[in-house]
T-cell receptor, first 111, second 115 residues
């Protein structure tokens, strides 16, 4: 049973608009949540993270929101740019410092 | 030069063959990981190592073995490859930081096809 779920396999957004990528989790012991971005033929690269004791973290165009009661987090990208087109993975840190990853969401930003 | 390198980048092999995938890092990190990526399943942890003398099984270790030859090198072996081990394999590293988020740094991946 997947502990981290990204229920939208893909998302298409117009350039300049907001992209919202969602992630749900089941394990209340996760203490950090991370987003990774992956381009074709490359490894995932770290984008932004949030501690479980916070509800928002912002870094430039990227903001992550955490709703612990709903076990839900989201990544907002504003404004979206064509270079943001990639696969986005949500990950959660569990005991023992391991990461559990979601299945990923393909984001396409149309110009 | 890349901080985390993987060799080979692509490999096609036959069922029953022994395969070794290698990972090297220049980041000076103690922790290293092997993942596989399958469509619709994301990245799943195969093995991880928190230092040279420490090896641990991950979520899907059956059919795989690893060797941590040095702090900078972590190799993954498939003793007898089977077709359902066809996947994209990633190596990653991280620094121990109990107060941090355990950001991991990934290599470019090895695409393995088992016929």
């Amino acid at each position: 049973d997947q502990q981290v779920k990204q229920n939208s396999p893909s998302l298409s957004v117009q350039e300049g608009r907001i992209s919202i990528l969602n992630c749900d989790y089941t394990n209340s012991m996760f203490d950090y949540f991370l987003w990774y971005k992956k381009y074709p033929a490359e490894g995932p690269t770290f984008l932004i993270s949030i501690s479980s004791i916070k509800d928002k973290n912002e870094d430039g165009r990227f903001t992550v929101f955490l709703n612990k009661s709903a076990k839900h987090l989201s990544l907002h990208i504003v404004p979206s740019q064509p270079g943001d087109s990639a696969v986005y993975f949500c990950a959660a840190r569990e005991y023992g410092n391991k990461l559990v990853f979601g299945a990923g969401t393909i984001l396409r930003v149309k110009s | 030069d890349a901080d985390v390198t993987q060799t080979p980048r692509n490999r096609i092999t036959k069922t029953g063959k022994r395969i070794m995938l290698e990972c090297s890092q220049t980041k000076g990190h103690d922790r290293m990981y092997w993942y596989r990526q399958d469509p619709g399943l994301g990245l799943r942890l195969i093995y991880y190592s928190f230092d040279v003398k420490d090896i641990n099984k991950g979520e899907i270790s059956d059919g795989y073995s690893v060797s941590r030859q040095a702090q900078a090198k972590f190799s993954l072996s498939l003793e007898s490859a089977i077709p359902n081990q066809t996947a994209l394999y990633f190596c990653a590293t991280s620094d121990p930081d109990p107060s941090g988020d355990n950001e991991q740094f990934f290599g470019p991946g090895t695409r393995l096809t088992v016929l």
